[in-house]
């Protein structure tokens, strides 16, 4: 594929982990497991391939509210993950940004993220952002607020540097899993002009050949961004 159809930044929406479990008779942590080890080996794919930047729906501000034991285990699966693998990830020159208001996880969690953030190589080629209690209408919120305080008019350039997506560019192409149909409060501002895949394959199912799949789809699409067709 040629060097300049490969999208930038790819959002990843992991849906699906919950069914996977399910018809394996499992518990719904069992599901989430899975999907992070696939998450894993997607990640290590995507920089191999090209991707710039790569972000993974984690944890939604909704999400939250889930049963105390899904969280539980959703957390437990973070602890491991921000103290282990992600040491694997540095070796390989990528870096972690987080994204999502983290102060309202368990401290110890928060940290974590804090520290993976902070320890990531500098010159990085590859960004793995993690959208953890990650909410657009809670980012957008966040920003006004901020720019109200400032009592400054903000162009979008200005708004987007108080997004916590700043320096990160917004998403070329964003994928779900799961067989949903919607963005369930992902990236809204930043995917204004985004390109959209969807597929009923279950996260933990989704291949790294599922991912090359909707590259290869994207990159037959033609981006007009309002213009007239070439
Ligand atoms: C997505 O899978 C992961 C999280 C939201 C944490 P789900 O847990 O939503 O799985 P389904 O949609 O119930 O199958
Ligand atoms: C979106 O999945 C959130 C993540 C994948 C982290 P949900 O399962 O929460 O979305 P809805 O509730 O079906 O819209
Ligand atoms: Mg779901």
């Known amino acids: ?25 499992m518990p719904r942590s069992y599901g989430h497991k899975s ?7 997607l990640a ?15 944890l939604s501000t909704e999400n939250l509210s889930r049963p105390r034991e899904e969280l539980d285990g959703l957390f437990g699966l973070f602890r491991k993950y921000f ?18 208001n983290i102060s309202a996880l368990p401290d110890d ?22 959208a953890i209690n990650y909410g657009s209408r809670a980012e957008i919120l966040n920003a006004v607020n901020r720019a109200i305080e400032d009592g400054k ?15 990160i560019p917004d998403p070329d192409l964003i994928v779900r899993t799961g067989g ?12 204004a002009y985004s390109e959209l895949y969807f597929t009923d394959t279950l996260f933990p199912d ?8 909707a590259l290869k789809d994207y990159a037959s699409r033609e981006r007009r961004f309002g213009k007239v067709q070439q």
């Open 109 to 130: 969690v928060a940290k974590l993220l804090e520290e993976s953030q902070a320890s990531s190589p500098e010159n990085a080629d590859f960004t793995l952002v993690f």
């Open 1 to 25: 594929m040629a060097e300049s159809r490969i999208p930038l930044h790819v959002g990843l929406i992991m849906d699906g982990n919950g069914r996977w479990a399910k018809k394996r008779l």
């Open 180 to 191: 949903e149909l919607r963005l369930s409060n992902f990236l809204c501002y930043q995917s």
């Open 153 to 167: 008019k903000l162009d979008e350039r200005g708004f987007g540097s108080l997004l916590y997506t700043d320096g």
């Open 83 to 100: 103290k282990t693998n992600v040491k694997k990830l540095y070796e390989k020159n990528a870096r972690v940004k987080v994204i999502g």
């Open 44 to 58: 290590e794919h995507a920089q191999k391939v090209g991707v710039k930047y790569l972000t993974v729906y984690t």
């Open 35 to 41: 999907g992070m080890n696939r998450m894993i080996g």
């Open 206 to 213: 989704f291949s790294d050949e599922q991912f090359d799949k």
